[in-house]
């Protein structure tokens, strides 16, 4: 069965300093994996994916992920956070067979000025 | 590219009518329309799939009898939630995906938020 774990359920980091956003994943065969943001009462929003080739993935808003397949991680990074960066992100996972997206729990991400 | 819209974006309604909620893909052709729910401060949990032109696929545990799906056009899917009750609050999501973008992205609506009284 597929899974996905968001260990963090909050992240607060000071504006201008690098964030990450944590997630890992179980999936069976090769691991379709997405990134969306969440802004309040909005819908998500598109931010990455990875579905194969290069292991660092860039984005959208200069977020990127790194894709480690020995630790099923995929965690978000970005080197220099901004206030506006503040919402709910949420990492998605789907497998070979199926488009059915699978979320974490989501980690509210608060960067202070 | 790649716009999803829903209508209405909030709804309020007396408990034992029914909603319709429409989801449209704005540019691109949706071949597949999926449905969501979002508790508050909770992830989202998928409702149904739908093809376009077929019936939906319903996931384990939802009723589909009253989570009416109908997806009639590469553009267009409605939920018509049945004989609301105040437990079928919630935020509901689009997401579609399909020709004339990434096929294997699912690009989601702004979400309508329903509130039976």
């Not at chain 1, 802004?39 to 480690?68: C, H, M, W």
């Amino acid at each position: 069965a597929q899974s996905v774990a968001q260990p963090e359920d909050q992240v607060n980091v000071a504006e201008g300093n690098p964030l990450t956003v944590k997630c890992t994943y179980s999936v069976s065969g090769n691991p379709y994996l997405f990134w969306y943001v969440q802004y309040p009462n909005r819908g998500l929003q598109f931010l990455l994916k990875y579905i194969t080739g290069d292991n660092l993935v860039k984005g959208s808003y200069g977020f990127e992920a790194e894709f480690n397949k020995s630790q099923t991680s995929f965690h978000l990074k970005k080197p220099s956070a901004l206030v506006s960066d503040s919402a709910l992100y949420f990492c998605a996972v789907s497998g070979d067979n199926t488009d059915k997206l699978i979320f974490g729990t989501g980690t509210r991400l608060q960067v202070f000025p | 590219g790649a716009v999803v819209s829903q209508h209405p974006s909030r709804v309020i309604c007396k408990s034992g009518t029914s909603v319709k909620i429409e989801c449209r893909s704005l540019d691109f052709q949706a071949t597949t329309m999926f449905w969501y729910r979002q508790f508050p401060k909770q992830s989202l949990m998928l409702m149904a799939t739908s093809n376009e032109g077929s019936k939906a696929t319903y996931e384990q545990g939802v009723e589909k009898d009253k989570f009416l799906i109908n997806h009639a056009s590469l553009t267009l899917s409605t939920l018509t939630v049945t004989s609301a009750h105040p437990e079928d609050s919630s935020f509901y999501i689009c997401s579609a995906s399909g020709q004339g973008v990434s096929t294997d992205t699912q690009y989601f609506g702004p979400g309508t938020r329903l509130t039976v009284l």
